[in-house]
């Protein structure tokens, strides 16, 4: 037959003395595939960043211009960005989408650290709205996320409703925030103290004057599951994704601040690369600040003048723990998320007596929020005496671990701030959930990529969480905030 082809493609030598061309060339290809391999793996050198999500490049530059940059990589961030390559169609030439995250490791993300819930039982319509088409949208998974040739998503969602215990004082706002929940079309069922014994023989009711629960499209699901779902999607529909941190802002030199004209264009965003001095500079049309608990902090970054940034988001980083514990004798599989009447809380945590819970602390206990480490003692002291007293099984449970997550939370009304800036032209919010930004990602990314390319919302209305409430001094109360 033929002539045996090289790596290049030109005939071998069959004299025995292969050319030293061919092992140049081979010594050529051999290095380009270990570069590709060595581009893939994480350094080995760098202690900080060890495995890699799949699909993130160990840091990539950023590019020179995107059409529209998204900082924070949590599940906002890249629900905004995968609605907007949805919502843009067939363009011939797409919008170009940027996903700044500082932490690819996830270590500090409230996504990944959260207790996973998603409840319809809310006492804002906006919020129930938001939960119903999450649920919607988490049920179909795969035909939202799912990418050809990959696995099918499994989310492993426990149904398993919520169930909120009222004391006689807070049982008539239970049963209006109930009677709302209907209206909005959320099954949920009101229980008395002798249909919850029933119900569940394992609690002691002797202080709950009401309860409800969900009956459909409540309970549980791995975070982490969903956010890497949502960025599989969007890095496969085109979305771009860089590990730095947004430092500061270029804003447009034609804008001129006149008085009662107040407002400016931002133009570059710097994206400061991990472990380096350097910054990329990218030109933008849109940014959208879903920077979690430190979106407030975004607004305090160089090249945006303070006085375009009144009245300051009151949006914090609060830390909140997360307990896990065993109890052989404990609530068995209909054990619902419950949230007591102290506002301790706790939930199944797979199979076989292990359970995870926690407890928001008051106002003025709120812990030191500069680290993650855990106050084990606050379990002991607060926590564990409530959950004992309305779980009897529980006065002898053993503690086997325990985490702590950030809650975005906004200091003014504990619900999200959605939409544009009322002075940044080019920047739209998306964060301060409190607590809630996992189960409502998915809707609150649509209504973003909505106000981007259709200049309105169109699928749920929620203007009333935009900036206005915040200046006007009229808070959204949200009383389901756990």
Known sequence: GGIPAGASGRPLRTTGQRSSDFFGELGQTLERMAQTLRDQLPSSGSGKRGWLPPGLHPDPRPPDEA?????????????????????????????KVLVVERDPMYSRASTVLSAGGIRQQFSLPENIQMSRFSASFLRDINEHLGVPNEPPIDIQFQPSGYLFLASPQNAADLEATVQLQRDEGAQVTLLSPTQLKTKFPWMNTEDVAVASYGLDDEGWFDPWTLLNAFRRKAISLGVQSCSGEVRAFVISADHVMAPGQLSARIKYVHVHMPDSLE?????????????????GKLLE??????????????IQPRKRYVFTWHCPNGPGLSCPFLVDTSGAYFRRDGFAGNYLGGMSPPEEEEPDPSD??????????????RLARRVPAFESLRVRGSWAGYYDYNTFDQNGVLGPHPRLENMILAAGFSGHGLQHAPAAGRAVAELLIKGRYETLDLRRLGWDRLVEGEPLKEHGVI
């Open 67 to 95: 059409d529209v940059v998204v900082v924070g990589g949590g599940v906002v961030g890249w629900s905004v960005a995968y609605w907007l390559k949805v919502l843009e169609g067939r363009r011939r030439h797409g919008m």
């Open 279 to 295: 910054y990329q500079p990218v030109t933008c049309a849109i940014v959208v600040n879903a920077a979690g608990a430190w979106a």
């Open 301 to 314: 970054a160089d090249g945006l003048p303070r006085v375009l940034c009144r009245p300051p988001l009151p």
């Open 372 to 385: 993650l480490s855990v106050d084990h003692n606050y379990f002991q002291e607060q926590v564990w005496p």
